[in-house]
């Protein structure tokens, strides 16, 4: 492949604050030109200020030997929720991909502009950054972090024809969407946590249970696909309860389950969940009465002292499965050096978010372009089918040779499949321990 000139620009990692709901300054008619790269002065906007804590890695000149596979700039930029109910894990998601990138200049690639935005938990926010990161012209859009964000900005982006890739969508709804090729994402779709979580329920030995979910794609596709398993397992399902995400009693719910004599309770909630417990336990069905079952959702986003701040075991013994913040099959030395780079940041889906980084960037290279349409096509056969390697600069290295290359990343062997996602999945199964710290029991890989 040849090799293309140098050129140096600036690499900012600061977050920009995406107005909330007053998009009028937007041209919602603009998309970004597909060859469109950033020129060699270009610096941050001028509106970025980057955090005290973060700094960009050091635009130090590439080294002689190396160059770059594509023309120009490659322009990337993100749409995480740095506002909003997600806002609690954004280190866990910003800090791999500043990680990603420091690493990958490390190697020699300076030809790389981020620009940071705002997805908060909100489709307005998230529209306006859209719209922002269209205007730049960027040629890739990491993110959004929610199912229900992303999909209230999913057609706007890949419209454009900008390819997209989510650290932690996980809603199946992703699969089958009509995306043109341009939606990508480094997590494992729900339909296969929910059989990993149902075969947890079943292999406790439970024969009916509950399952409530919050009222979004991401709590239906998880419940369905926990319903249709649990039933293939043999295990009824008397009661199949969608709740108001938005709510804030769940006295109704409760007492529906309380009435059902159920077994066991799978929950699938965000930050509402710890509302719901408190309904559950004054039902008389709370986990110390009826085993409780919940997912990444409650995980990320629920404390044990937010249901009861005087008793930290109000938890103790429930269950649980989320998408593996280790994978035993995940590159090696991926956690050490985040610790490294970011100590004391939360690893809920660091190691795909590192990933969709690095694979994104990869595209780029083996597409030899810039072109958003060239990087799309490119995507899915970097992280299968060739050689495999597990850092950008191994994976460089090979492109530069003409390799063919197979990314195995942090979050393991990616192996997309023609949808742009994982063919497989690995979940953590975890146990809540009597000071309401979830530890680890098992880790599950499916297929």
Same mark, same amino acid.
């Given at each position: 492949m040849?090799?293309l000139?140098?050129l140096?620009v600036?690499?900012?990692?600061?977050?920009i604050?995406?107005?909330?709901?007053?998009d009028?300054?937007?041209?919602?008619?603009?998309?970004a030109?597909?060859t469109?790269?950033a020129?060699?002065t270009?610096?941050a906007?001028?509106?970025t200020a980057?955090p005290?804590?973060?700094? /960009?890695?050091?635009?130090?000149a590439a080294p002689e030997?190396? /160059?770059?596979?594509?023309?120009g700039?490659l322009?990337?930029?993100?749409?995480?929720p740095s506002?909003?109910?997600?806002?609690v894990?954004?280190?866990a998601?910003?800090?791999p991909?500043?990680m990603a990138?420091?690493?990958?200049? /490390?190697a020699g690639?300076?030809?790389i502009e981020?620009?940071p935005?705002d997805?908060?938990?909100?489709?307005?926010i998230?529209?306006a950054?859209?719209?922002?990161?269209?205007n730049?012209?960027?040629?890739?859009i990491l993110?959004?972090?929610?199912?229900?964000?992303a999909l209230?900005?999913?057609d706007r982006?890949?419209?454009?024809q900008i390819p997209?890739?989510s650290?932690?969508n996980t809603?199946a709804v992703?699969t089958?969407?009509d995306?043109?090729?341009?939606y990508f994402?480094?997590?494992?779709?729900?339909?296969?946590?929910g059989?990993?979580?149902a #075969?947890?329920i079943t292999?406790?030995?439970?024969?009916? !249970?509950?399952i409530a979910?919050?009222?979004d794609?991401?709590?239906?596709?998880?419940a369905?696909?926990?319903k249709?398993q649990?039933e293939?397992n043999?295990v009824? !399902?008397p009661?199949?309860?969608e709740?108001?995400?938005?709510?804030?009693s769940? #006295?109704a719910?409760a007492a529906q389950?309380?009435?059902a004599g159920?077994?066991?309770i799978?929950?699938?909630?965000f930050?509402?969940?710890?509302a719901f417990v408190q309904?559950l336990?004054?039902?008389?069905?709370?986990?110390?009465?009826v085993?409780l079952?919940?997912a990444?959702g409650?995980k990320?986003?629920v404390?044990a002292?937010a249901i009861d701040?005087?008793?930290?075991g109000v938890i103790e013994?429930v269950? /649980?499965?989320?998408?593996?913040v280790?994978p035993? #099959?995940?590159e090696?030395t991926f956690?050490e050096r985040?610790?490294?780079?970011?100590?004391?940041v939360?690893?809920?889906?660091?190691?795909?978010?590192f990933?969709?980084?690095?694979?994104?960037v990869?595209?780029?290279?083996?597409?030899?372009?810039t072109n958003?349409?060239d990087i799309a096509?490119?995507v899915n056969d970097v992280?299968?089918?060739?050689?495999?390697?597990?850092?950008?600069a191994?994976c460089h290295a090979?492109?530069q040779q003409?390799?063919?290359?197979?990314?195995?990343?942090?979050?393991?062997?990616?192996?997309?499949?023609?949808?742009?996602?994982p063919?497989a999945?690995?979940?953590?199964v975890?146990t809540?321990?009597?000071?309401?710290?979830?530890?680890v029991d098992d880790?599950v890989s499916?297929?």
């Amino acid at each position: 492949m040849k090799k293309l000139p140098v050129l140096a620009v600036l690499l900012a990692f600061a977050l920009i604050a995406a107005a909330c709901g007053d998009d009028s300054g937007d041209d919602t008619t603009t998309a970004a030109p597909a060859t469109t790269a950033a020129p060699a002065t270009t610096a941050a906007p001028a509106t970025t200020a980057a955090p005290a804590t973060t700094a /960009a890695p050091a635009t130090t000149a590439a080294p002689e030997a190396w /160059a770059p596979l594509y023309d120009g700039t490659l322009k990337i930029g993100y749409v995480l929720p740095s506002t909003g109910g997600l806002s609690v894990i954004i280190d866990a998601l910003v800090r791999p991909i500043e990680m990603a990138f420091a690493e990958i200049e /490390a190697a020699g690639n300076t030809f790389i502009e981020v620009i940071p935005t705002d997805s908060g938990t909100d489709a307005a926010i998230a529209t306006a950054s859209v719209e922002q990161l269209i205007n730049d012209e960027v040629d890739i859009i990491l993110g959004p972090a929610g199912t229900g964000v992303a999909l209230s900005v999913i057609d706007r982006i890949t419209g454009s024809q900008i390819p997209m890739c989510s650290p932690s969508n996980t809603g199946a709804v992703f699969t089958t969407y009509d995306d043109g090729g341009y939606y990508f994402r480094t997590a494992p779709p729900d339909n296969l946590q929910g059989q990993v979580h149902a #075969d947890l329920i079943t292999d406790d030995g439970w024969s009916s !249970v509950a399952i409530a979910f919050r009222s979004d794609e991401y709590g239906r596709g998880l419940a369905n696909a926990v319903k249709d398993q649990l039933e293939s397992n043999g295990v009824a !399902v008397p009661e199949f309860i969608e709740f108001d995400k938005d709510g804030t009693s769940f #006295d109704a719910e409760a007492a529906q389950i309380a009435a059902a004599g159920v077994d066991a309770i799978s929950l699938i909630p965000f930050a509402e969940g710890a509302a719901f417990v408190q309904a559950l336990i004054e039902a008389g069905v709370g986990p110390a009465d009826v085993q409780l079952y919940v997912a990444d959702g409650f995980k990320d986003n629920v404390k044990a002292e937010a249901i009861d701040p005087n008793n930290l075991g109000v938890i103790e013994g429930v269950r /649980a499965t989320a998408p593996s913040v280790a994978p035993p #099959d995940g590159e090696a030395t991926f956690g050490e050096r985040l610790g490294a780079f970011a100590p004391d940041v939360p690893t809920i889906f660091s190691a795909h978010s590192f990933d969709c980084a690095t694979v994104m960037v990869l595209a780029a290279e083996a597409a030899g372009s810039t072109n958003s349409v060239d990087i799309a096509a490119a995507v899915n056969d970097v992280t299968r089918g060739g050689e495999k390697c597990t850092s950008y600069a191994a994976c460089h290295a090979l492109l530069q040779q003409g390799v063919d290359i197979d990314y195995d990343g942090a979050a393991g062997p990616l192996d997309f499949v023609d949808a742009g996602e994982p063919g497989a999945g690995a979940y953590d199964v975890f146990t809540y321990d009597a000071d309401g710290v979830p530890q680890v029991d098992d880790t599950v890989s499916i297929p």
